[in-house]
């Protein structure tokens, strides 16, 4: 063996040795890859949605409209809870906290009033003591959330009985809950804690604890406690280790027991969130009564009681990807336990991914050390597939979660580290600027920021730049009519195919606000003409839509189009690294920033889809654009001047719109001038109108009744229409 053998096998070992510490200590970059691989396995194999006796009533935006705004008067739900009884549901249990008296109750609403004789209100009904009542001998299961103030703790409905060493000590620790009011507390048949994913940073929910506990006491939570219910069963029965207190490895809860973790934790399971599982509460409370079908769901099903409303702000990420209810996760949970369809963690699965890494890393590095290269990265391969494969397999055939991540790790560290001195130090600055601009700026400038020297400078930076906002019209009745998971991929599939266009015309993208986007020209690098191919880019977003909406491709329905308002102002900016120094992002801010924002929100009010400034306009003139008049913004001291585009060059040098510019400078003067002959000239530029774009018809209609922006004011008449607009 050569010395330069040796050191390399001491170096390799060396490395080995502290992937196998760093995988002992399980960092949280660990814990979080690992995560997503385990949701990669579900996306590609999900549990399969069954009929399963688990419904949820979705307290959803159709039940808000009819009968009001949430929180709902306990009267309400007391009737829902008769109902759903009625039906024969096996348990009732609400996502819901019951923490603060009824603000609506009568006899609540009237001690509020001054000057009513008290002993009215005590004559009046307490809707809490209606739901009481309604509640009391029915299966019905509250829910209780974990609270950082106080020390008080809800009385457990259930019993307990230990197998092997006492595991009392094993689940997330419950310092605290929120009370419920006490009536509902005492009639309730079960209480479950509501919490998903306690003191979990991650925004997937992946594993839930079914238990909580205070050292003492073992409180279970709202999905098991519901199931429980419904069986009528008093006991729960916990599995401990024979030979170690404080770990729990399955809870038995009736016919049914469960594989848990060692902190009590059941690894969801989830199937793609199906309409199937959801009931409208508005159903369930309708007048006439509930459908027979509704009844025949309901009857003899564990039935969760929970909002879907993105206003109530209860969704949350799913392996899968999806945002769903938070209370549509407690009634997987249960589907899950009742298809038997589970995964586990084994505890000697950390145990074996570790000895995995010592293993395979010390072979690789003898491999790596004495043979060849090209051989060395065979076995590299080889022990990634075989890492894949077996994880696959085991997930696939048993449901269990082994991380091939130890392997592959171990594998493409160990045999790539003679690269790494090149990858990390020769590279990295090329790296950084890709990583940090390749999904904001198109591949021709980063190009050629990557190869000048000092063509990106960090930091703020004034030069003048063509500012672009996009918003979507009507995006708030959109959103009404669409189910959480569907908006997402509405705008998924919107935004995407609009702001492609801001990168294939050198643009770059800010961000997205909501249903908005935001971009600039001109930053980080040159770019000559970049009023022009900001406009180009609205252009193109223009026909794409239209595209888009004959395709149908949102799935609204023929004659439900989706239409857009863009804004383009270019002015001076400062663009550059803003925000903290652990996390910032590139942006433009300023008064053109404000501007452009403004006239986007034009677009309403002029009726057309695309309006630019006068400083725009300026760059553009030989595309096709009409005079939209000087409309006062919110903020500046005199009206800003805007015109519509039209059109390309193609479009401005075509017969039709000059016949149609003709026609709109002539209309334009009748209206500084309160030319009677508006009106005929509004007619014929609508007719010229239909010949060059459509759109224009509603900017023609709508031009009558915005005269005003027409005619010259002097300044301080300009102030006071601003002053009375704010």
Same mark, same amino acid.
């Not at 000590?169 to 309730?188: C, H």
């Not at 193109?540 to 609204?556: I, V, Y």
């Given at each position: 063996?050569?010395?330069?053998?040796?050191?390399?096998?001491?170096?390799?070992?060396?490395?080995?040795?502290?992937?196998?510490?760093?995988?002992?200590?399980?960092?949280?970059?660990?814990?979080?890859?690992?995560?997503?691989?385990?949701?990669?396995?579900?996306?590609?194999?999900?549990?399969?949605?069954?009929?399963?006796?688990?419904?949820?009533?979705?307290?959803?935006?159709?039940?808000?409209?009819?009968?009001?705004?949430?929180?709902?008067?306990?009267?309400?739900?007391?009737?829902?809870?008769?109902?759903?009884?009625?039906?024969?549901?096996?348990?009732?249990?609400?996502?819901?906290?019951?923490?603060?008296?009824?603000?609506?109750?009568?006899?609540?609403?009237?001690?509020?009033?001054?000057?009513?004789?008290?002993?009215?209100?005590?004559?009046?009904?307490?809707?809490?003591?209606?739901?009481?009542?309604?509640?009391?001998?029915?299966?019905?299961?509250?829910?209780?959330?974990?609270?950082?103030?106080?020390?008080?703790? @809800?009385?457990?409905? !259930? #019993?307990?009985?230990?197998?092997?060493? %006492? *595991?009392?000590? +094993?689940?997330? /620790?419950?310092? =605290?809950?929120?009370?419920?009011?006490?009536?509902?507390?005492?009639?309730?048949?079960?209480?479950?804690?509501?919490?998903?994913?306690?003191?979990?940073?991650?925004?997937?929910?992946?594993?839930?604890?079914?238990?909580?506990?205070?050292?003492?006491?073992?409180?279970?939570?709202?999905?098991?406690?519901?199931?429980?219910?419904?069986?009528?069963?008093?006991?729960?029965?916990?599995?401990?280790?024979?030979?170690?207190?404080?770990?729990?490895?399955?809870?038995?809860?009736?016919?049914?027991?469960? @594989?848990?973790?060692? !902190? #009590?934790?059941?690894?969801?399971?989830? %199937? *793609?969130?199906? +309409?199937?599982? /959801?009931?409208? =509460?508005?159903?369930?409370?309708?007048?006439?009564?509930?459908?027979?079908?509704?009844?025949?769901?309901?009857?003899?099903?564990?039935?969760?009681?929970?909002?879907?409303?993105?206003?109530?702000?209860?969704?949350?990420?799913?392996?899968?990807?999806?945002?769903?209810?938070?209370?549509?996760?407690?009634?997987?949970?249960?589907?899950?336990?009742?298809?038997?369809?589970?995964?586990?963690?084994?505890?000697?699965?950390?145990?074996?991914?570790?000895?995995?890494?010592?293993?395979?890393?010390?072979?690789?590095?003898?491999?790596?050390?004495?043979?060849?290269?090209?051989?060395?990265?065979?076995?590299?391969?080889?022990?990634?597939?075989?890492?894949?494969?077996?994880?696959?397999?085991?997930?696939?055939?048993?449901?269990?979660?082994?991380?091939?991540?130890?392997?592959?790790?171990?594998?493409?560290?160990?045999?790539?580290?003679?690269?790494?001195?090149?990858?990390?130090?020769?590279?990295?600055?090329?790296?950084?600027?890709?990583?940090?601009?390749?999904?904001?700026?198109?591949?021709?400038?980063?190009?050629?920021?990557?190869?000048?020297?000092?063509?990106?400078?960090?930091?703020?930076?004034?030069?003048?730049?063509?500012?672009?906002?996009?918003?979507?019209?009507?995006?708030?009745?959109?959103?009404?009519?669409?189910?959480?998971?569907?908006?997402?991929?509405?705008?998924?599939?919107?935004?995407?195919?609009?702001?492609?266009?801001?990168?294939?015309?050198?643009?770059?993208?800010?961000?997205?606000?909501?249903?908005?986007?935001?971009?600039?020209?001109?930053?980080?690098?040159?770019?000559?003409?970049?009023?022009?191919?900001?406009?180009?880019?609205?252009?193109?977003?223009?026909?794409?839509?239209?595209?888009?909406?004959?395709?149908?491709?949102?799935?609204?329905?023929?004659?439900?189009?989706?239409?857009?308002?863009?804004?383009?102002?270019?002015?001076?900016?400062?663009?550059?690294?803003?925000?903290?120094?652990?996390?910032?992002?590139?942006?433009?801010?300023?008064?053109?920033?404000?501007?452009?924002?403004?006239?986007?929100?034009?677009?309403?009010?002029?009726?057309?889809?695309?309006?630019?400034?006068?400083?725009?306009?300026?760059?553009?003139?030989?595309?096709?654009?009409?005079?939209?008049?000087?409309?006062?913004?919110?903020?500046?001291?005199?009206?800003?001047?805007?015109?519509?585009?039209?059109?390309?060059?193609?479009?401005?040098?075509?017969?039709?719109?000059?016949?149609?510019?003709?026609?709109?400078?002539?209309?334009?003067?009748?209206?500084?001038?309160?030319?009677?002959?508006?009106?005929?000239?509004?007619?014929?530029?609508?007719?010229?109108?239909?010949?060059?774009?459509?759109?224009?018809?509603?900017?023609?209609?709508?031009?009558?009744?915005?005269?005003?922006?027409?005619?010259?004011?002097?300044?301080?008449?300009?102030?006071?229409?601003?002053?009375?607009?704010?």
């Amino acid at each position: 063996m050569t010395r330069s053998q040796q050191i390399g096998v001491v170096i390799g070992l060396v490395i080995v040795a502290a992937l196998t510490i760093l995988r002992a200590g399980d960092p949280g970059i660990f814990k979080l890859i690992r995560g997503v691989t385990f949701d990669e396995y579900q996306r590609l194999l999900p549990r399969a949605f069954e009929p399963m006796p688990v419904r949820v009533i979705d307290i959803d935006e159709a039940s808000l409209r009819q009968f009001g705004q949430w929180p709902w008067p306990r009267d309400r739900l007391a009737l829902l809870v008769d109902r759903l009884s009625d039906m024969g549901a096996a348990a009732i249990a609400f996502d819901i906290l019951f923490a603060e008296p009824d603000r609506l109750s009568p006899r609540n609403v009237v001690r509020e009033v001054e000057g009513v004789d008290p002993s009215l209100a005590e004559r009046l009904p307490d809707n809490d003591e209606i739901f009481a009542r309604s509640i009391s001998g029915k299966p019905v299961v509250l829910g209780f959330g974990l609270s950082n103030e106080g020390n008080y703790r @809800p009385p457990v409905k !259930a #019993g307990f009985a230990f197998t092997g060493e %006492s *595991p009392v000590s +094993a689940p997330p /620790y419950l310092a =605290a809950s929120t009370p419920l009011r006490p009536q509902l507390e005492a009639n309730a048949t079960g209480l479950g804690h509501i919490s998903l994913n306690p003191g979990n940073p991650s925004p997937v929910v992946r594993a839930v604890p079914l238990f909580l506990t205070d050292g003492a006491q073992l409180y279970p939570n709202l999905a098991i406690e519901a199931l429980r219910v419904a069986q009528g069963v008093s006991t729960y029965v916990l599995a401990g280790a024979p030979d170690r207190a404080g770990v729990m490895t399955s809870a038995k809860i009736g016919d049914f027991v469960v @594989p848990l973790t060692a !902190a #009590g934790e059941f690894w969801l399971y989830v %199937s *793609p969130d199906r +309409a199937e599982r /959801y009931i409208s =509460a508005r159903q369930v409370l309708a007048a006439e009564g509930a459908a027979p079908e509704i009844s025949a769901a309901i009857d003899g099903s564990i039935v969760f009681v929970g909002t879907s409303a993105a206003g109530l702000q209860d969704i949350r990420v799913t392996a899968l990807g999806e945002n769903v209810p938070g209370v549509s996760l407690h009634a997987q949970a249960v589907e899950q336990i009742l298809s038997s369809r589970f995964l586990s963690r084994p505890d000697w699965a950390d145990g074996l991914e570790i000895l995995t890494i010592a293993v395979l890393g010390c072979l690789l590095v003898v491999v790596t050390t004495f043979v060849s290269p090209a051989v060395a990265l065979v076995c590299g391969l080889l022990i990634t597939a075989m890492a894949l494969v077996a994880s696959w397999l085991c997930f696939l055939y048993a449901g269990l979660l082994l991380d091939p991540l130890a392997p592959i790790v171990s594998g493409s560290i160990t045999h790539f580290a003679a690269t790494s001195f090149r990858i990390l130090v020769i590279d990295r600055e090329r790296r950084e600027v890709r990583r940090a601009f390749g999904h904001y700026i198109s591949p021709s400038l980063l190009h050629r920021i990557e190869h000048t020297r000092d063509a990106l400078r960090l930091g703020g930076d004034d030069r003048e730049l063509t500012v672009m906002f996009v918003d979507v019209r009507n995006f708030t009745e959109i959103s009404e009519r669409l189910a959480p998971a569907d908006v997402v991929a509405f705008l998924n599939t919107l935004l995407d195919a609009l702001s492609r266009h801001v990168v294939a015309n050198e643009g770059t993208l800010d961000k997205f606000i909501g249903d908005s986007i935001m971009a600039f020209w001109n930053a980080p690098v040159d770019v000559t003409n970049h009023a022009t191919k900001a406009v180009r880019a609205a252009l193109a977003m223009r026909e794409t839509l239209a595209e888009l909406n004959l395709a149908d491709a949102f799935g609204f329905g023929p004659g439900q189009e989706v239409r857009i308002g863009i804004g383009i102002h270019t002015g001076l900016a400062c663009v550059g690294n803003m925000g903290a120094k652990t996390r910032f992002n590139y942006s433009a801010v300023g008064d053109a920033v404000n501007v452009a924002a403004r006239i986007e929100s034009c677009c309403k009010e002029v009726g057309f889809d695309i309006l630019i400034s006068d400083s725009t306009a300026r760059l553009v003139q030989a595309m096709a654009l009409l005079d939209a008049g000087a409309i006062p913004l919110k903020g500046k001291s005199s009206r800003t001047k805007i015109l519509a585009v039209v059109g390309d060059e193609r479009v401005a040098a075509s017969r039709e719109f000059a016949a149609l510019d003709a026609v709109h400078r002539q209309l334009m003067q009748a209206l500084l001038l309160h030319s009677r002959n508006s009106r005929k000239l509004i007619d014929t530029a609508k007719l010229r109108a239909e010949q060059v774009v459509s759109g224009l018809a509603e900017f023609y209609r709508r031009i009558s009744g915005r005269s005003d922006h027409f005619r010259e004011l002097p300044v301080d008449s300009e102030k006071r229409v601003v002053d009375a607009e704010k």
